[in-house]
Every structure is written in C-alpha cells, then in structure tokens.
T-cell receptor, first 117, second 115 residues
Framework: DTGVSQNPRHKITKRGQNVTFRCDPISEHNRLYWYRQTLGQGPEFLTYFQNEAQLEKSRLLSDRFSAERPKGSFSTLEIQRTEQGDSAMYLC???????????????FGPGTRLLVL | AQTVTQSQPEMSVQEAETVTLSCTYDTSESDYYLFWYKQPPSRQMILVIRQEAYKQQNATENRFSVNFQKAAKSFSLKISDSQLGDAAMYFCAYGSGGSNYKLTFGKGTLLTVNP
C-alpha cells in the first residue's frame, strides 16, 4: 500500500497562468477528495469524487477551478488564470466506499504547495 | 453547517508528560464521526484516532485517547508519555453521517514537546 501521492509537491507560477495538479489515491479507494489549506488554517473542502463522478463541489471552487477523475483512478485539479489568493496547499485524500467509520476515514497525500507571484 | 472549534492555538508539554488538546463542535446531526489528524512541519497529515458518535466508549490508540462528551459536543485528545516526535499541528475534524463525505476541520493546535 503506497498511500496517496500528489505531484508536483511544489509549484511556483505567475499570476494569470494555468496550473494542474495530480493526485493518485490509494489503489482500492473509490472516493477521492480535494481540500485547500491556507497558512494557519485547517483544510477546507473543495470537491469529491465517487469513482469518476464528481458528487459535490464547494462554493470555494470558483469557475476557474476544475477537477476531473476520468477513469475513476487518478484525479487532476486545474486552476485557470491563477490569482495571488490561490496560493495555498492543495491536499488530496481518498477513502474506501464502505459504510460507517471505514468509509468516512480519509487518508491524505503530502499536498501540492502553490505559490502565485 | 457544522463548525469545529479548537480553542488552543498552541500548547506545550514536557517529554514524557501528558497533554490534552481540546475540540468542540456544533451540529444538529445525531449520526457523525470525529477525527484527530496530526500534521508535522512540512509533512503530510496523518490520522491519529477516530470515533463514531453512536459509540459511548472512548477510542484509544496506544498513547492517544479521546474524551468524547456527546452532550457537550466535546472531543478532546489526550497524549500520554509525550515524545519529541509528537510535535506537530493537530487538527480535529467532523464528518457527517449519511451520504455527505466532506470533513470539516478546526484551525488546529500547534503542539510543542520540550525535552
């Protein structure tokens, strides 16, 4: 079990550029989540997938943000026309689709730290 | 909407001593789950302990235990025999029951362990 992986780990970009992050969940996990964490804050939910279906999106996920999970395995999060306020850690998590506590327990990746200049 | 409050931005403990981190939450739901995660500096978030709301018995994982007071909506984390490796940011998180799968996090408590 290799855990949740995210790439790249760090990204520096200029305002107005597009960036894309990738998340590979734990192999048997059907659910995948994206969170954003700014300095001094806890993670905030952005969106989640059950297999390839995107089932919930936070209002934090503006039109410039899009997430996909085309084959129900890895996921990508794209930010278009980046703004300085997008600077944050973007965390991915995954969980099994079981019921109860097991299905509710999320395992996190190391995150992608984005800095928009 | 559910909220999670961690009232202690920072805590410190001597190595080998015990420390308790507090967490309160606000919800009208009866079916939910609670978690503590640990985030060491520049490292990924790790699950420490978890609890189902309908279970009366407090969860325990080695040196980590919780004091779950459902009526008071309190979910504190006790770390016994603190070790230097316990130094990290600790986040309390709330998960709804049913088909809602997002977690709501508190702002975290930074724990320092002094040798």
């Amino acid at each position: 079990d290799t855990g949740v992986s995210q790439n790249p780990r760090h990204k520096i970009t200029k305002r107005g550029q597009n960036v894309t992050f990738r998340c590979d969940p734990i192999s048997e996990h059907n659910r995948l989540y994206w969170y954003r964490q700014t300095l001094g804050q806890g993670p905030e939910f952005l969106t989640y997938f059950q297999n390839e279906a995107q089932l919930e999106k936070s209002r934090l996920l503006s039109d410039r943000f899009s997430a996909e999970r085309p084959k129900g395995s890895f996921s990508t999060l794209e930010i278009q026309r980046t703004e300085q306020g997008d600077s944050a850690m973007y965390l991915c998590a995954s969980s099994l689709s079981s019921g109860g506590l097991i299905g509710k327990t999320q395992y996190f990746g190391p995150g992608t730290r984005l800095l928009v200049l | 909407a559910q909220t999670v409050t961690q009232s202690q931005p920072e805590m410190s403990v001597q190595e080998a001593e015990t420390v308790t981190l507090s967490c309160t939450y606000d919800t009208s739901e009866s079916d939910y789950y609670l978690f503590w995660y640990k985030q060491p500096p520049s490292r990924q978030m790790i699950l420490v302990i978890r609890q189902e709301a309908y279970k009366q018995q407090n969860a325990t994982e080695n040196r980590f235990s919780v004091n779950f007071q459902k009526a008071a909506k309190s979910f504190s984390l006790k770390i016994s025999d603190s070790q230097l490796g316990d130094a990290a940011m600790y986040f309390c998180a709330y998960g709804s029951g049913g088909s809602n799968y997002k977690l709501t996090f508190g702002k975290g408590t930074l724990l320092t362990v002094n040798p």
